[in-house]
Nanobody
């Protein structure tokens, strides 16, 4: 069974940085795309960033210039580097992995990021 385990969340002050990790049980290349989503209290779950199996990345406008997504293929891990954090970045961040042809769609349990002003 595929497992996605997020880590790296915590409490930081505005302007600080965090790096989130998503460790995958098995090769990340089983998936067409992996991404990070976030959900703040009372709001919908929004896409933050994606990385496709070929290496192409996409970043949401709300975090562009501050967040980057990357991966370590040897460790089967996807990262979300978050810089210049703002209070509005406060949310639970979820890792996601999808395979289009197979219809796979997996979610991690989430990691809390809280940014204080």
């Amino acid at each position: 069974q595929v497992q996605l385990v997020e880590s790296g969340g915590g409490l930081v002050q505005a302007g600080g940085s965090l790096r989130l990790s998503c460790a995958v049980s098995g090769s990340i290349f089983r998936f067409n795309v992996m991404g990070w989503y976030r959900q703040a209290p009372g709001k919908q779950r929004d896409l933050v960033a994606t990385i496709f199996s070929g290496g192409t990345t996409s970043i949401a406008d709300s975090v562009k210039g501050r967040f980057t997504i990357s991966r370590d293929n040897a460790k089967n891990t996807v990262y979300l580097q978050m810089n210049s954090l703002k209070p509005e970045d406060t949310a639970v961040y979820y890792c996601n992995a999808r395979s289009f042809a197979q219809g796979y769609n997996y979610w991690g349990q989430g990691t809390q990021v809280t940014v204080s002003s």
